[in-house]
């Protein structure tokens, strides 16, 4: 099976493609921006004729994109996110390849949940930030293509190389530093937040078997299992072996939001001085929640079971053990 993997040097492409070469009946293709790619192509400019040219060439069986942006503005969402994803598919509409598309999506397009609720696929998506919109978009864009086509709403992914950006990635960085510079308590705000963290390696996975199934449309993949961050954090102080205090703190938020600020943020010991990239770490995000999912996200994950064969193997502690092992590198 010919395979064409649109951006394997992410975060979650690089754990597909590392699923994908295990596979001895797959025939691997990277295409992406940047030099390690095995073919260049900036979907977010390049035109769907050029594309469309190469996949007549390569012929793939099967297009998956694992490409897009999470952080910048509306525009820049909206480019790498909607307008890449527009170039595919017309790319593959006027091939005669007759390639399968996998897209993966992201939780942030059904936005807030009703705590204690798991959101199912038929949910009406409200997202409630740019970057879910810039996603939603792409979904529909993919749903009317009239092409074989199934898109993965990923709920949050962790594991091993966590962007340091997001909230579990910024929880193991904040306690390396504590551990390192010998704070015997950490203040930390968001803790209340529930998400749905699934392992980067079970994404892979769910990838690699959507990419052989027949199911289209849209497909949950997450554990079924919302997990407070507050838990999250004791699970990794354990993991890493910090005996120190973790300190919940208040942060106003922006636009008349009162109460936690659901962003993650760390400024250390009370007794050190904050750095100025903690400080702007703890300071209010543009919404009330940055991800623009509220307090509350579980998926339903009964579709990923019964049409994909798929099911979760690792646990929340495995995953973040994995995220504190890379951290503790740079002790």
């Given at each position: 099976?010919?395979?064409?993997?649109?951006?394997?040097?992410?975060?979650?492409?690089?754990?597909?493609?590392?699923?994908?070469?295990?596979?001895?009946?797959?025939?691997?293709?990277?295409?992406?921006?940047?030099?390690?790619?095995?073919?260049?192509?900036?979907?977010?400019?390049?035109?769907?004729?050029?594309?469309?040219?190469?996949?007549?060439?390569?012929?793939?069986?099967?297009?998956?994109?694992?490409?897009?942006?999470?952080?910048?503005?509306?525009?820049?969402?909206?480019?790498?996110?909607?307008?890449?994803?527009?170039?595919?598919?017309?790319?593959?509409?006027?091939?005669?390849?007759?390639?399968?598309?996998?897209?993966?999506?992201?939780?942030?397009?059904?936005?807030?949940?009703?705590?204690?609720?798991?959101?199912?696929?038929?949910?009406?998506?409200?997202?409630?930030?740019?970057?879910?919109?810039?996603?939603?978009?792409?979904?529909?864009?993919?749903?009317?293509?009239?092409?074989?086509?199934?898109?993965?709403?990923?709920?949050?992914?962790?594991?091993?190389?966590?962007?340091?950006?997001?909230?579990?990635?910024?929880?193991?960085?904040?306690?390396?530093?504590?551990?390192?510079?010998?704070?015997?308590?950490?203040?930390?705000?968001?803790?209340?937040?529930?998400?749905?963290?699934?392992?980067?390696?079970?994404?892979?996975?769910?990838?690699?078997?959507?990419?052989?199934?027949?199911?289209?449309?849209?497909?949950?993949?997450?554990?079924?299992?919302?997990?407070?961050?507050?838990?999250?954090?004791a699970v990794l102080a354990r993991v890493a072996g910090y005996g120190g205090a973790l300190h919940e703190l208040d942060v106003p938020q922006q636009h008349?939001?009162?109460?936690?600020?659901?962003?993650?943020?760390?400024?250390?010991?009370?007794?050190?001085?904050?750095?100025?990239?903690?400080?702007?770490?703890?300071?209010?995000?543009?919404?009330?929640?940055?991800?623009?999912?509220?307090?509350?996200?579980?998926?339903?994950?009964?579709?990923?079971?019964?049409?994909?064969?798929?099911?979760?193997?690792?646990?929340?502690?495995?995953?973040?053990?994995?995220?504190?092992?890379?951290?503790?590198?740079?002790?």
């Amino acid at each position: 099976m010919r395979v064409l993997l649109i951006g394997a040097n992410g975060y979650l492409g690089r754990y597909v493609a590392d699923r994908l070469l295990a596979d001895p009946a797959v025939q691997l293709t990277a295409l992406g921006r940047g030099d390690d790619a095995d073919v260049r192509f900036d979907l977010a400019t390049g035109s769907p004729g050029a594309l469309t040219r190469f996949l007549d060439a390569v012929h793939p069986g099967v297009v998956i994109n694992c490409a897009g942006a999470t952080r910048g503005g509306a525009r820049e969402l909206t480019r790498h996110n909607t307008v890449a994803v527009a170039t595919i598919c017309e790319s593959l509409r006027r091939s005669g390849c007759g390639a399968r598309l996998v897209q993966l999506g992201c939780a942030a397009e059904y936005g807030p949940s009703q705590p204690g609720s798991s959101t199912a696929e038929d949910a009406v998506p409200r997202p409630g930030g740019p970057y879910g919109v810039s996603k939603l978009a792409a979904t529909e864009l993919v749903l009317g293509s009239g092409l074989d086509a199934v898109v993965l709403r990923v709920f949050s992914p962790v594991g091993p190389g966590t962007p340091a950006g997001s909230p579990l990635g910024r929880l193991a960085e904040a306690m390396r530093r504590a551990m390192q510079s010998g704070d015997g308590e950490l203040r930390l705000s968001g803790l209340g937040v529930q998400r749905d963290f699934v392992d980067v390696r079970d994404v892979a996975r769910a990838v690699h078997a959507a990419s052989l199934s027949a199911a289209q449309g849209v497909v949950n993949i997450g554990t079924g299992r919302a997990v407070r961050l507050r838990e999250a954090a004791a699970v990794l102080a354990r993991v890493a072996g910090y005996g120190g205090a973790l300190h919940e703190l208040d942060v106003p938020q922006q636009h008349g939001h009162p109460g936690r600020q659901a962003g993650l943020a760390a400024i250390g010991s009370p007794r050190s001085e904050a750095t100025a990239e903690q400080l702007a770490a703890a300071a209010p995000q543009p919404y009330p929640y940055p991800d623009g999912c509220g307090a509350w996200q579980q998926a339903d994950v009964r579709t990923a079971r019964d049409r994909l064969g798929w099911r979760p193997r690792i646990n929340l502690e495995e995953s973040l053990a994995d995220i504190w092992m890379e951290a503790a590198c740079r002790i």
